[in-house]
């Protein structure tokens, strides 16, 4: 079994200083996946509670004054730093597999963390992420900054991007091979503070995978006949024949009584005829069942808006309509319904409006649906901020990273 140990001199999980949300995300996925996962921190390490659950701490790290290690110097006591370090790792680190390292082999200063590591007997994989850019090679003779420039048995070089990987084997002089690319994270769990609910349901329906996500707070008693939500459903079937990913979250009040549990399931019957599954729908009274059946809180429905990029809303009838204020604040592509002519005066020209009922004939209907799908899917496309959010939250949460670049080098 891997026991993954993360290297740091961190005395706190500062938000001012960006590596440590970078450790938090990694730390929450290694935990997430089942690695048993240990921090190495400074004993003086005060942010216990902003480590994720189930990591081990182990505040072990020597301080050292790191400040006589800047650009190449150090202090005639450098081997006793380094023989502290050293000891520690060799009594606190005889148990882990894999080693993380941020920026320990590449900063000047941490010269006696980088020493001690390689002249250890421990018996670990490193990574050696670097989080700044390469620099040229030096030629250094009694020097014991030279052990910045020169790759320690069982290390792979890790980098940030593709564009400098060459340039970062050559600093230490080591093959293009030595090198492997995994990107930051930047996840909405973790970066937005999102309510618990909503996390669970991320996790549960896979919901940064999806391509169109479509947020709508509605009564239950007036989802169909006054709010349409049959049609928005239809609209997403079709987007989903087209291939997207796509996900409805009907945050749904009002849904105590029987009569309305029951529409909720045949409206759920009646998406699943038309392949919008039980990951496609979501109600939100349905999800820890009663909590939810009088409604969700405003900041639920805020974090829900705030993850969604395209607003449905074929309401028969609205005065002001807040739901589409809030769709609008979170820069949704909104498809609203033509026949109510108030919509127009909040959102003007910066909406598709569509005629909701344009067809009775049933075989006609859904061609015609067709045609606002790929109206739809045609307008999403060339909004680039919709796309840069939906690029972000496929591939740069902490699951995918995870599981397609970080979790692969452990198995090399």
Same mark, same amino acid.
């Given at each position: 079994?891997?026991?993954?140990?993360?290297?740091?001199?961190?005395?706190?999980?500062?938000?001012?200083?960006?590596?440590?949300?970078?450790?938090?995300?990694?730390?929450?996925?290694?935990?997430?996946?089942?690695?048993?996962?240990?921090?190495?921190?400074?004993?003086?390490?005060?942010?216990?509670?902003?480590?994720?659950?189930?990591?081990?701490?182990?505040?072990?790290?020597?301080?050292?004054?790191?400040?006589?290690?800047?650009?190449?110097?150090?202090?005639?006591?450098?081997?006793?730093?380094?023989?502290?370090?050293?000891?520690?790792?060799?009594?606190?680190?005889?148990?882990?597999?894999?080693?993380?390292?941020?920026?320990?082999?590449?900063?000047?200063?941490?010269?006696?963390?980088?020493?001690? +590591?390689? $002249?250890? &007997?421990? %018996?670990?994989?490193?990574? @050696?992420?670097?989080?700044? *850019?390469?620099?040229? /090679?030096?030629?250094?003779?009694?020097?014991?900054?030279?052990?910045?420039?020169?790759?320690?048995?069982?290390?792979?070089?890790?980098?940030?991007?593709?564009?400098?990987?060459?340039?970062?084997?050559?600093?230490?002089?080591?093959?293009?091979?030595?090198?492997?690319?995994?990107?930051?994270?930047?996840?909405?769990?973790?970066?937005?503070?999102?309510?618990?609910?909503?996390?669970?349901?991320?996790?549960?329906?896979?919901?940064?995978?999806?391509?169109?996500?479509?947020?709508?707070?509605?009564?239950?008693?007036?989802?169909?006949?006054?709010?349409?939500?049959?049609?928005?459903?239809?609209?997403?079937?079709? +987007?989903? $024949?087209? &291939?997207? %990913?796509?996900?409805?979250? @009907?945050?749904?009040?009002? *849904?105590?009584?029987? /009569?309305?549990?029951?529409?909720?399931?045949?409206?759920?019957?009646?998406?699943?005829?038309?392949?919008?599954?039980?990951?496609?729908?979501?109600?939100?009274?349905?999800?820890?069942?009663?909590?939810?059946?009088?409604?969700?809180?405003?900041?639920?429905?805020?974090?829900?808006?705030?993850?969604?990029?395209?607003?449905?809303?074929?309401?028969?009838?609205?005065?002001?309509?807040?739901?589409?204020?809030?769709?609008?604040?979170?820069?949704?592509?909104?498809?609203?319904?033509?026949?109510?002519?108030?919509?127009?005066?909040?959102?003007?020209?910066?909406?598709?409006?569509?005629?909701?009922?344009?067809?009775?004939?049933?075989?006609? &209907?859904?061609?015609?649906?067709?045609?606002?799908?790929?109206?739809? *899917?045609?307008?999403?496309?060339?909004?680039?901020?919709?796309?840069?959010?939906?690029?972000?939250?496929?591939?740069?949460?902490?699951?995918?990273?995870?599981?397609?670049?970080?979790?692969?080098?452990?198995?090399?």
């Amino acid at each position: 079994m891997k026991t993954i140990g993360v290297y740091t001199t961190f005395y706190s999980f500062d938000a001012a200083y960006s590596l440590t949300s970078v450790v938090r995300d990694q730390l929450q996925a290694l935990v997430k996946y089942k690695y048993k996962t240990v921090l190495f921190v400074l004993p003086s390490f005060k942010d216990d509670k902003l480590v994720p659950e189930g990591v081990e701490i182990r505040k072990v790290i020597p301080q050292i004054i790191l400040e006589p290690y800047k650009e190449l110097r150090y202090p005639d006591h450098w081997k006793e730093d380094v023989r502290k370090v050293k000891e520690m790792l060799e009594k606190n680190a005889s148990d882990i597999t894999d080693m993380i390292c941020h920026d320990i082999f590449f900063i000047d200063c941490y010269l006696p963390y980088n020493i001690a +590591l390689r $002249e250890s &007997n421990l %018996k670990c994989n490193i990574y @050696a992420w670097t989080h700044s *850019a390469p620099s040229s /090679r030096p030629q250094l003779d009694n020097n014991p900054h030279a052990n910045r420039f020169v790759l320690p048995p069982r290390t792979k070089l890790v980098y940030l991007n593709h564009y400098q990987d060459n340039d970062l084997a050559e600093m230490y002089g080591a093959w293009i091979k030595n090198v492997r690319i995994v990107h930051n994270s930047r996840d909405p769990r973790m970066f937005w503070d999102l309510d618990p609910f909503v996390n669970k349901l991320i996790n549960k329906y896979g919901l940064l995978e999806k391509d169109i996500i479509c947020v709508y707070p509605l009564s239950t008693p007036r989802m169909i006949s006054g709010k349409g939500l049959d049609k928005a459903i239809k609209l997403l079937s079709k +987007l989903k $024949e087209l &291939n997207y %990913k796509v996900c409805l979250i @009907a945050l749904n009040a009002h *849904a105590n009584a029987e /009569r309305d549990k029951n529409q909720i399931r045949q409206t759920s019957i009646w998406a699943s005829d038309r392949g919008i599954l039980n990951t496609d729908l979501i109600f939100s009274s349905m999800e820890d069942a009663p909590a939810y059946e009088a409604g969700v809180s405003p900041k639920i429905i805020s974090d829900f808006f705030r993850l969604s990029n395209v607003f449905i809303f074929p309401t028969t009838s609205e005065n002001c309509s807040l739901v589409l204020l809030e769709a609008m604040m979170a820069g949704n592509l909104l498809a609203l319904n033509k026949q109510v002519p108030s919509l127009r005066e909040f959102a003007g020209d910066n909406a598709l409006y569509f005629d909701f009922n344009y067809r009775d004939d049933e075989k006609e &209907n859904e061609r015609y649906y067709l045609d606002l799908a790929k109206i739809l *899917a045609s307008q999403f496309e060339q909004q680039k901020p919709l796309q840069a959010k939906r690029n972000l939250f496929n591939n740069f949460n902490f699951d995918a990273v995870f599981k397609r670049q970080i979790e692969p080098l452990f198995y090399e």
